[in-house]
């Protein structure tokens, strides 16, 4: 009989780095873990296409500049 402590229970794959870098082993993630998804590429071109207000402004005289931005924390008066 198994011991009635050891539950089922989902273990993270192995990790490399720690903190902020933390990301997972490469290495060690397989089909067992659910980590194949062939249509990631897709999903990805599909939710990151770009749009109206990304694109470069094609109208634009290129003789006008942006002013530069005030720096912060000063008062205009």
């Given at each position: 009989?198994?011991d009635?402590?050891?539950?089922?229970?989902?273990?993270?794959?192995?990790?490399?780095?720690?903190?902020c870098?933390?990301?997972?082993d490469?290495?060690?993630?397989?089909d067992?873990?659910?980590?194949?998804?062939?249509?990631?590429?897709?999903?990805?071109?599909?939710?990151?296409?770009p749009?109206?207000?990304?694109a470069p402004?094609?109208?634009?005289?290129?003789?006008?500049?942006?002013p530069?931005p005030r720096?912060?924390?000063?008062?205009?008066?």
């Open positions: 009989m198994a009635p402590r050891d539950k089922a229970a989902a273990q993270p794959p192995p990790t490399l780095g720690e903190g870098l933390a990301r997972y490469p290495d060690a993630l397989s067992e873990l659910g980590t194949a998804f062939e249509g990631a590429a897709q999903l990805w071109a599909q939710l990151n296409r749009d109206d207000a990304s402004a094609a109208d634009a005289p290129a003789s006008r500049r942006t530069a720096p912060a924390g000063r008062s205009s008066r």
